[in-house]
C-alpha cells in the first residue's frame, strides 16, 4: 500500500487576499471554487478555492486561522523550488512577500527561503544545490546563515 498527499487545508480569514497572495507569491493556479448558500452556512460550510501549487493541490476555506506562535518554526510547509535561488529572491522582493530569510542547513544540500502568508502559515521555498560547500556558499552569500530563524550554527 502506498499513499501520498492529496490536499492540504488551511483555514483562511480572507479567501480572496489569500488566492491573491498564492496566485502571486508562489504560482498557484485556481482549480476550483466552491460557493455557499443559506443551508451551507447553517451546516457550517465555508466558502473555499482549491488551488494548485506546483504538484501540491491547497484548498483554502474561509475560517479562523490557525495561529503559529513566533517560536514554532518547524510548524510549516515546505515546496520544492524550480529554478536558482537568485530568480526566487527576486520574484518574492517583486511581489512584497513577507520573507522570513534564507537559510542553509548543516551537512544538507539545499538552501531554505522562509516567508510568510497572509495569516502567517509559514511556507519553505527549498531550492536543491550539488553539494552542501555550494548551498552553504549561497546561503551565506545571500545573508543566510545555517540553520533555521530562530537559531544559527556552524
Not at 62 to 90: I, K, M, P, T
Not at 91 to 105: E, K, N, S
Amino acid at each position: 500500500m502506498s499513499t501520498r498527499l492529496h490536499h492540504l487545508a488551511l483555514p483562511v480569514s480572507d479567501l480572496e487576499l489569500s488566492v491573491d497572495w498564492y496566485e502571486r507569491v508562489l504560482g498557484a493556479e485556481v482549480t476550483r471554487r466552491t460557493d455557499v448558500d443559506d443551508a451551507d452556512l447553517r451546516a457550517g460550510r465555508t466558502r473555499q478555492a482549491w488551488l494548485a501549487v506546483g504538484s501540491v493541490v491547497v484548498n483554502l476555506a474561509e475560517g479562523r486561522a490557525v495561529r503559529r506562535e513566533e517560536d514554532q518554526h518547524f510548524f510549516h510547509y515546505a515546496l520544492s523550488a524550480d529554478g536558482d535561488l537568485d530568480g526566487w529572491l527576486r520574484h518574492l522582493g517583486d511581489t512584497g512577500a513577507d520573507v522570513v530569510g534564507v537559510y542553509g542547513h548543516g551537512g544538507l544540500s539545499f538552501v531554505s527561503v522562509y516567508l510568510d502568508d497572509p495569516d502567517g502559515y509559514r511556507w519553505e521555498v527549498v531550492v536543491d544545490y550539488p553539494s552542501f560547500e555550494a548551498a552553504r556558499t549561497a546561503a551565506l552569500r545571500h545573508g543566510g546563515v545555517l540553520g533555521n530563524p530562530m537559531t544559527s550554527y556552524e
